[in-house]
């Protein structure tokens, strides 16, 4: 037992440098934002998602999308650690149905961790296996009025982090779990405030809500990293080649310790907020981005922005960097991560995105001009 605790403690810290937050929950590659796009923007998008990438972000923004798209992200994870063989991938998919009124979506994510050694009791090598981590997701999103999205997502997960079973123990080290997702998205159009029609975006999702997961025995389970995103989108800018957009977002993880217990998710959804006003916002972290468009349609992006995480609960800070480019139905993405801490596992990661889109997006080339024709009442 000994032996495979420490293994997965290792695993868990390195798919994410968060040594305490994330070291709470299992499976915490859940929780590494999967697209280039809105990895640029300081790791925001909860407020503004207009691609398949909703699924992670707020599958609600899938309500507001038509056509098809499909995208795949590849990133060498944590090159700061200098493991070659540690990899994320992440492939996503959308589906306008417009008999259903509401938009499909599908994700696979998938994190390579690499060659683990097996060795006997005397320490002598006796194989070798992959770990890995992986989980396969539907969703749906629709309106519930003209401005208002609703959105769930099922996930399945699987956890491979050792082969054998464990001396004195049930479990051999693989993990299977379920979690669903649940979101929302309000995107006003006609509520006669110029500032706010067709500018504003505010997303709340609460992800990952399942049953611990468990590797050994279920004494000794570990709880889903059920995660709150609170996010903000808001376009300062907007004309028919150019488009500002600023995003903030919040994010907070629902998992509550006790020592070596945790609670269960419909109890740390609440105590999780314990511990007082202090110590709840610390645990809260804080990003903020902006993102660059120019052309009609959209061709060239630029991005920035700045993640924040106390240095009690994970110790993250970075400013992140990114670009896109769109040619008829292609787009390419990347992003780069800058960390603040000196060789941080997490500097120097690089995300990069291709998507191909075989539709338009319901608002994606609509000049504000064009916006506020459809705006006035017909006679």
Do not use: C
């Not at 992200?73 to 540690?86: A, K, M, Q, Y």
């Not at 994700?107 to 002598?124: A, Q, V």
């Amino acid at each position: 037992m000994f032996k495979f605790k420490v293994i997965a403690l290792v695993i868990s810290v390195i798919l994410s440098g968060r040594i305490l937050a994330q070291g709470e929950s299992a499976v915490p590659f859940l929780l590494i934002g999967p697209n280039s796009r809105n990895a640029g923007m300081g790791e925001t998008g909860t407020g503004l998602i207009n691609d398949a990438s909703a699924m992670f972000w707020n599958p609600s923004g899938l309500a507001f999308q038509k056509g098809i798209q499909v995208t795949i992200t590849h990133s060498p994870w944590l090159p700061g650690l200098g493991l070659s063989d540690l990899f994320y991938d992440y492939l996503s998919a959308k589906y306008h149905l417009k008999k259903l009124k509401g938009t499909l979506g599908v994700s696979i994510t998938y994190l390579n961790i690499g060659k683990i050694i097996k060795t006997d009791e005397f320490g002598n090598e006796i194989g070798d296996y992959q770990a890995f981590d992986g989980a396969l997701a539907v969703g749906y999103g629709t309106k519930v009025t003209r401005d208002l999205g609703v959105g769930i997502v099922t996930r399945f997960i699987y956890s491979k982090l050792a082969v054998d079973p464990v001396a004195g123990e049930q479990g051999t080290g693989t993990a299977y779990d379920l979690s669903f997702d649940i979101s929302g998205l309000w995107k006003p159009s006609k509520t006669k405030l110029k500032f706010i029609d067709n500018k504003l975006g505010i997303g709340l999702n609460i992800s990952n809500i399942g049953p611990k997961v468990t590797y050994v025995d279920n004494a000794q389970a570990d709880p889903l990293p059920t995660n709150l995103r609170l996010g903000f989108g808001y376009d300062i800018y907007q004309s028919e080649f150019n488009n500002l957009t600023l995003t903030l977002d919040f994010a907070k993880l629902l998992v509550k310790r006790n020592g070596p217990e945790s609670d269960p998710v419909y109890k740390a959804i609440f105590t999780s907020f314990g511990g007082g006003f202090n110590n709840v916002m610390k645990s809260i972290q804080t990003s903020v981005g902006a993102e660059y468009w120019y052309g009609n349609p959209k061709l060239i992006g630029l991005r920035g922005g700045f993640f924040y995480e106390d240095p009690n609960k994970g110790k993250r800070k970075f400013i992140t960097l990114g670009a896109s480019i769109r040619y008829s139905l292609y787009g390419f993405d990347f992003s780069y991560i800058n960390t603040i801490e000196e060789n941080h596992p997490l500097a120097n990661t690089l995300r990069f995105t291709l998507s191909v889109n075989f539709g338009q997006d319901e608002t994606a080339t609509k000049k504000p001009e064009e916006k506020k024709v459809e705006e006035q009442p017909k006679k």
